[in-house]
Structure formats: structure tokens, C-alpha cells
């Protein structure tokens, strides 16, 4: 049996999941259905990164315990798998994890016993961000991931002796590492990545520091109380770990997954391309310094951007999944499979590619509402009408025969559609196989328009009017429904829930996630089968359906930002209200996303930044198809303002006239639903569900007085 262990990497926990996030893990879970219908024993593992001092000023700021802290946000990743639908995966944590903790120390010992460890002083500069080492020497440096200036330490550290496996002199191709890309080109994908760390190792590798004496929040040295594990050396163990391995306790299923002690297996790490080095360089030599196998492959998957920007919460332009889900769902659209088939199809797996909410939308209604919705939509009610439901016979094909015996007029295109089908499953599943998940899908696409193309032309409810038809009119919707039988299997790992109802309404009586793709064969139907009760999976959204979806996943995602803001008083703005930052982020896309990162207390002088005014309201009115905005013109002294304000669901317009409120005046304007909004209106948030509360005065105060 093939098998294979797959991994994402284990998230930071200092943050809410977001959509960036869930890519890798939705990735990972097309991957392990897919593996899984084509019979593969699969074991997938996530987890999330719980030590260093990232997670540790999280906490601070955050004001609590970290082991509170991380044991809070570790639930908000298990919580979003869940609500995705993500399968039979296993869960690792780093801290206060025993097994975890042996891991690492034995990991540590092994590598101390063959000779790759030392121990010397360390000056250099390290960025807390990226829990990485920028540069050796105290010259200031900055980042070379996220770009932001990297602070100076000093300390006494092990090493590893990482350039035991690097080239013997720069710019030579011999060495441990270098032998492994050469002899297996399969370790680091896509090419372009490889070449990249080939070059990177190609240039010579230096020594690193793998322990902190600053930290008290890791897995301890062994032997050695001052200091804990660099928090990689740490995280990169966890893959081993999360399979049953406690250094000398061993589970079976880490001697089946890792050691291969059943045969071998294709361990294959998921990644995002900012933690490439960690994982194609770092990661083989810890390993080759414990004596244990290597990974197959590691994988780098680009990024996802907002609207071609960097997410981040400054920029308040974080998607989070659960909004799209939900919005979608509300409506009655399968939400989950809606963003699993955008994410994968938008661009080809390797490259970034830009998130969008209209872009979600237009995908989803021509892909799946219009081309796979409308030939279902239009094949199981023609059986049922045409045929009392019994399956007809496709076309005629057989795969080592290239003529298609067929009743159907010579001419049409549809005695072609058995020929393309089989090639579509071959070029599909082979596109899978190589992670193209998206030219994999486009060939898919490209078979359903071919079988919609052919109910069209040739009509099939005008050949069920002349009864010497019959014959053509039975291939015509066999050959559609050989199509969607073909296209429920082989988009099941990214469709999980819709192809699962599709194959039901189709009457198959497997279980399509044990249905092996790769054993498609057109004419394949079992003689007597009736096409179940058809039911409209894909709901289209067009025109003002279109701006009603698009409406509502405004509005649960604003609903969720401020759920997910602190207590307190609170300015219940949409988010896209808050100030823009003054330049564009100059850090690499890598930088990661912090929430918490702000600190607890600010300066009087933070303070006097945010210029709070006495403002009256002279007009207000509603935004036309902004449920939640209000539209405000605000007297501020010196002059009449307009601002727009999340209140319209507790405040009516004409209530509000005359009021005299706070407004802060000195933000960088901002678009709201395409209207400037120029200044932001303060208020409590109440309760669970954020109610704005307009902060007022009870005495008369002129407009335009500063608050202090
Ligand atoms: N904890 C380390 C990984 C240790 S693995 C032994 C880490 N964590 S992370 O939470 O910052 O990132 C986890 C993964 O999410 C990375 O693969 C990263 O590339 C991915 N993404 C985070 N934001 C992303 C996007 N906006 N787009 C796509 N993936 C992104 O690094």
C-alpha cells in the first residue's frame, strides 16, 4: 500500500488564523482526500508553534500567562479546521507537550554526539519577528525576510555546525547538501525554488546559533538550565513528534510514516515560500546530524495577497475565512468548496496570487453555479423526465479503441466527449499528482463546457418530441452524465461537500471519498441505475444576487472584526476606516501577520497623537446597500465634515441631528463603500455584539474643542 505522511506548518498561535493561513492547510487537505481515494494510507499532521519570543511578547501584551496565551489561540486554529471541514488530520503543540520536549532533547544529544554542536559567543543581530538571525557583528542590519530593523544580542549560545554540510569553499558544489538536491530533484519543489536554495547553499553556509540564554520560554538545553532551543530547531521537530516519536519511545506509526518500517513513505512538508530555507536547508542537516531519513519533498506554495496587497491588520485588509463561509452558506451555497475552488484554481500552485472578494464571486458563479451548476441542473431533470430516472447508455468508447460507435449525427462534437473525458482524467490526475492543482481543474472545466456546449447544440428536449429520437437522445444524456460522474470524482478533493451531493444525485451508490479517480472509465455505469432526486447544489449570484452575497460578507466580516476586538471602549467603524498607513508597508510579503504585538500601555505623548474634537451632527442618512453605515455630515468649528459610521443598526438618521459627539480628526481620509469618510466617530462597543454607544456631552460644549 502506498503511503504517505503530509504536513502543513505548525502556525504561530499569536494571531487569529487567516485566510494566508488557511491556504496551506486547505492545500494540504485537497492533497490528503485526493491520496486518500487513490488508496493511499495517508497520516496528515498540523499543529501550531507555541515557543520563542514572538509568542512570548504576544503574551505580555496581551497581559496574560503565555501558557494561558497560547493555549487560548491554539483553539482558534482547531476551531477553523474544524469549520472548514478539514479531514482527519493530527494536531501537535510545542509547549507543555512531554513527547514534544523529549523530541527535541534527543534530537539535540544526537547531533552533540556526532560532533555538530559547539559552544561560542555570539554577537550579532537577530530579528524577534522571525525568530531569525539577520547577520553576524553588531552593524546594524535589517531583516531579510520582513525587512524591519533587526536588534543587537550578545550572548554565549550553542551552535550547529551547519557548515559541515555546505560546500567545502563557496561557490563549490560538493557537501552534503548539495548532494541531496542533486540526487533527488524531487526534495525542494517547484524548480524555481530549488534553484533558489541551490544558489543560497552554492555560496557557503556559516555555523548557527541554535540556543537562547535570553528566553525562558522554550524547551530547555539538556544539560544546560540557562538556556532553551532555538525555536526552530524546536518547530521543525515537531513534524516527527506529531507522528509518534519521544526520542527513544518510539510509535509504531513513526516507525511506519518516518522510518518506514512497512515500506517506504512520501513525507511531504507543505510550506509557504518565507520559511523555504528553514525547511530545505536547516531541516535535512538537523535530521542528517540525528541520523534520521529525510523528507521526500518540500514544497513552497507562494502567497496570498489582498487585492494585490499584503494582508495586515494595520490595513485592516485581513480576510478571515469564516465570513466567506457563512455568507455563502446563508444563501445556500456550499461556502466551504466556494473558497477551496477559488484558492486553488485562481492561480497555478506555486505562484502568489491576489484574493478578492468579487473575484471569489465571479469565480464561483462561472465555474460552479454556471458550467458544472447548469449541467447537472439540466442532466438528472432530462433522465428523470426522458428516462423515469434509469441512467441511459453514453456514447460507446473504449480506451485502446480510438473509434466511437455512436448513433449521433456524424458531425457533432459530442461523439468526441468520451475521447476527451478519458484524457481529462489522465491529464488531471496526472496534474494532481504534480500539485498543478489548477491546470488540473481548468482541464476539468474545459470537458464541462464541452458537454454543455453539446446539450446545446444538439437539444435534447426538442429530439424527446420525435419518438425515432429515442437512441440519440439516450446517448446525448449519458454522455452528460458520464461527464458529471467524471467531474465529481476528480474534483471531490477540492469540492469535498458539493461533489458529494452531485454523486448522490447522480445515483452512485460508492462512497465517492474512497472512488479512486484514477479507475474512471467512460461507459462505466452499473446497468439499472437511477439518477437520485435532483436538487440545485450551486446557487448562482448574479446581478443583484451578486451585490447581496457581496453585501453580506461585508457585513459578517465587520461583525467578526469587531468581535475579535479587545473589550472595552471601542469605535465600532468597519475597519476599513482606520487610518491608512501613511506609506505602503516597504517589508517583504514575508513579514508575518502580529495581532498582538501592540503594547499594553502607551505615552501621554502616543496620546496627544490622536486629535479628539467636540463635533455636531448636522445630517446624517443612510448608505444604499451598506446595512451597517451611516453617511454623516459633521460640524467641527473650523469646518463641516463627512464621515461614515457603523451605527445605522442601532442609530436612525433623523435621531442623530443636532447631536454633539466625539469625532477623531486627524485620520488620513478613507473610502467607505466608495464614499470619503473623514474622520472617525467615537463610542463604546456593548456587549457581545459590539452595540455602538455614542460617546455624548451633557453640558454644551462649543464645536471643535479639543479632548484632552
Ligand atoms: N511557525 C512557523 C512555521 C514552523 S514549521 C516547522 C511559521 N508560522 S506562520 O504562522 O508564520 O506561518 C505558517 C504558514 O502560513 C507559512 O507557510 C506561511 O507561508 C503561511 N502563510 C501566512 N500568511 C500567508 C499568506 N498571506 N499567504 C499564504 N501563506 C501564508 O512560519
Not at 503530509?6 to 488557511?22: D, E, F, K, Q
Not at 523530541?103 to 524577534?128: E, L, N
Not at 465555474?367 to 447548469?374: P, R
Request: glycine share 6%; hydrophobic share 35%.
Amino acid at each position: 500500500m502506498n503511503r504517505l505522511y503530509l504536513t502543513t506548518p505548525i502556525y504561530y498561535p499569536n494571531a487569529r488564523p487567516h485566510v494566508g493561513s488557511a491556504y496551506t492547510t486547505i492545500v494540504c487537505d485537497v492533497l490528503a482526500r485526493y491520496k486518500r481515494m487513490c488508496g493511499y494510507d495517508v497520516a496528515f499532521l498540523t499543529g501550531t508553534d507555541e515557543h520563542g519570543e514572538k509568542l512570548q511578547r504576544a503574551a505580555d501584551a496581551a497581559g496574560m500567562p503565555v501558557e494561558r496565551f497560547v493555549a487560548e489561540k491554539r483553539e482558534l486554529f482547531r476551531n477553523l479546521w474544524h469549520t472548514l471541514g478539514i479531514s482527519e488530520y493530527r494536531f501537535v503543540h510545542t509547549s507543555q507537550n512531554p513527547a514534544h520536549r523529549e523530541s527535541v532533547q534527543w534530537m539535540i544529544r544526537q547531533a552533540d554526539k556526532a560532533g555538530y554542536i559547539d559552544k561560542k559567543k555570539y554577537v550579532g543581530r537577530y530579528c524577534i519577528s522571525d525568530e531569525r538571525y539577520v547577520s553576524d557583528g553588531p552593524e546594524p542590519a535589517n531583516c531579510d525576510v520582513c525587512g524591519r530593523p533587526a536588534e543587537l544580542i550578545s550572548e554565549e549560545n550553542y551552535f550547529f555546525k551547519l557548515s559541515a554540510f555546505g560546500p567545502s569553499e563557496p561557490g563549490r558544489e560538493d557537501g552534503k547538501l548539495m548532494e541531496l538536491y542533486r540526487d533527488n530533484p524531487q526534495f525542494v519543489q517547484p524548480d524555481f525554488r530549488r534553484n533558489e536554495v541551490i544558489s543560497f547553499v552554492k555560496s557557503g553556509l556559516r555555523d548557527i546559533s541554535i540556543s537562547r540564554r535570553r528566553l525562558k520560554w522554550g524547551i530547555p538545553w539538556p544539560g544546560d538550565d540557562e538556556q532553551v532551543v532555538y525555536v526552530w530547531y524546536d518547530a521543525l521537530t515537531s513534524y516527527l513528534t506529531g507522528i509518534g516519536f519521544a526520542g527513544e519511545k518510539r510509535s509504531k506509526d513513526f516507525e511506519k510514516y518516518w522510518m518506514g518500517a512497512e515500506g517506504p513513505t512520501e513525507v511531504v512538508h507543505m510550506i509557504g515560500k518565507d520559511i523555504l530555507r528553514f525547511h530545505t536547508v536547516y531541516w535535512p542537516a538537523f535530521l542528517m546530524a540525528a541520523g534520521l531519513p529525510l523528507p521526500k519533498t518540500i514544497f513552497a506554495h507562494g502567497w496570498i495577497y489582498y487585492e494585490q496587497d499584503k494582508m495586515s491588520k494595520s490595513k485592516g485588509n485581513v480576510v478571515y475565512p469564516e465570513p466567506i463561509v457563512d455568507a455563502f452558506e446563508s444563501f445556500g451555497a456550499p461556502g466551504n468548496d466556494a473558497l477551496r475552488y477559488y484558492l486553488l484554481r485562481e492561480a497555478p500552485f506555486g505562484h502568489d496570487t491576489s484574493f478578492s472578494y468579487e473575484g471569489l464571486i465571479d469565480r464561483y458563479n462561472s465555474d460552479l453555479a454556471n458550467d458544472l451548476g447548469n449541467l447537472a441542473n439540466r442532466t438528472a431533470p432530462m433522465i428523470n423526465r426522458y428516462f423515469d430516472g434509469l441512467v441511459p447508455k453514453a456514447v460507446e468508447h473504449s480506451e485502446s479503441d480510438n473509434a466511437t460507435p455512436s448513433v449521433l449525427p456524424v458531425d457533432t462534437h459530442a461523439r468526441m466527449l468520451p475521447r476527451m473525458a478519458t484524457q481529462t482524467r489522465t491529464y488531471t490526475v496526472n496534474c494532481f499528482d504534480r500539485y498543478e492543482f489548477s491546470s488540473g481543474l481548468a482541464e476539468v472545466w474545459r470537458l464541462i463546457r464541452g458537454a454543455n456546449t453539446d446539450l446545446s447544440n444538439i437539444k435534447p428536449w426538442a429530439l424527446a418530441k420525435d419518438p425515432s429520437k429515442r437512441d440519440q437522445l439516450a446517448e446525448v444524456l449519458g454522455n452528460a452524465y458520464e461527464v458529471l460522474r467524471f467531474a465529481a470524482a476528480l474534483t471531490h478533493p477540492v469540492l469535498p461537500f458539493a461533489a458529494r451531493r452531485l454523486w448522490q444525485q447522480l445515483g452512485q451508490a460508492s462512497i465517492i471519498d474512497e472512488f479512486d479517480p484514477k479507475s474512471l472509465r467512460w461507459g462505466c455505469v452499473d446497468p439499472g441505475t437511477k439518477a437520485g432526486k435532483p436538487e440545485p447544489i450551486f446557487p448562482d449570484f448574479k446581478r443583484d444576487k451578486r451585490e447581496a452575497l457581496l453585501t453580506k460578507i461585508h457585513e459578517l466580516a465587520e461583525a467578526d472584526r469587531a468581535l475579535s476586538q479587545p473589550k472595552g471602549v471601542q469605535v465600532p467603524i468597519p475597519s476599513e476606516s482606520q487610518p491608512a498607513p501613511a506609506k505602503a508597508d516597504s517589508s517583504s510579503p514575508a513579514a508575518p501577520q502580529n495581532d498582538s504585538q501592540s503594547p499594553s500601555k502607551i505615552t501621554i505623548d502616543d496620546f496627544a497623537k490622536v486629535e479628539m474634537v467636540v463635533a455636531q451632527i448636522v445630517a446624517a442618512e443612510s448608505i444604499p446597500g451598506a446595512k451597517k453605515l451611516l453617511k454623516l455630515q459633521v460640524d467641527i468649528g473650523s469646518e463641516t465634515r463627512q464621515v461614515c459610521a457603523g451605527i445605522a443598526e442601532y442609530y436612525r438618521p433623523e435621531e442623530l441631528v443636532g447631536q454633539k459627539i466625539v469625532l477623531v480628526a486627524n485620520l488620513e481620509p478613507r473610502k467607505l463603500r466608495g464614499i470619503e469618510s473623514n474622520g472617525m466617530v467615537v463610542a463604546a462597543s456593548a456587549g457581545p455584539e459590539g452595540k455602538p454607544i455614542l460617546a455624548t456631552f451633557k453640558e454644551d460644549v462649543p464645536n471643535g474643542t479639543r479632548l484632552k
